[in-house]
């Protein structure tokens, strides 16, 4: 199955595309909430995506309220080092960026899309 994972720090977008490959996603990874929306619009194989919240011009709350606006209910993750208080929009999940993110990632991406593949 195919995830597109949206960070704009290459290195943990990179690392936790890792565990998710080891654990059989296809992962596609956008460097900016406007390559994502390019990504998405292109790509109807996706699945779910994963942002980071802390993002320069659009925030990946921002993604998920635009995505929701134009009728994107596919699964949505994000990430975030600090917590998610006053939301207005909320994603499927939010996960913590700390050092047990990638093990905690790959559960969150499992439980969210198993209902998706018993279904193919």
């Given at each position: 199955?195919?995830?597109l994972?949206v960070?704009?720090?290459l290195?943990a977008?990179?690392l936790?595309?890792?565990?998710?490959?080891?654990?059989?996603?296809?992962?596609?990874i956008?460097?900016?909430?406007?390559s994502a929306?390019?990504?998405?619009?292109?790509d109807?194989?996706?699945e779910?995506?994963?942002?980071?919240?802390?993002?320069?011009e659009?925030?990946?709350l921002?993604?998920?309220?635009?995505?929701?606006a134009?009728g994107?209910?596919?699964p949505?993750v994000?990430?975030?080092?600090?917590e998610?208080?006053?939301?207005?929009?909320i994603?499927?999940?939010?996960?913590?960026?700390d050092?047990?993110?990638?093990?905690?990632?790959?559960?969150?991406?499992?439980e969210?899309?198993?209902?998706?593949?018993?279904?193919e």
């Amino acid at each position: 199955m195919r995830v597109l994972l949206v960070d704009d720090d290459l290195f943990a977008a990179e690392l936790a595309a890792l565990f998710l490959e080891m654990n059989g996603y296809d992962v596609l990874i956008a460097e900016s909430a406007l390559s994502a929306l390019a990504n998405l619009d292109s790509d109807r194989s996706i699945e779910l995506v994963i942002s980071d919240f802390h993002m320069p011009e659009i925030t990946g709350l921002d993604l998920l309220e635009m995505l929701r606006a134009n009728g994107w209910n596919k699964p949505f993750v994000l990430l975030s080092a600090s917590e998610m208080t006053d939301i207005t929009v909320i994603p499927d999940c939010w996960v913590k960026k700390d050092e047990n993110m990638a093990e905690r990632l790959v559960a969150v991406v499992n439980e969210l899309l198993m209902p998706v593949a018993a279904a193919e």
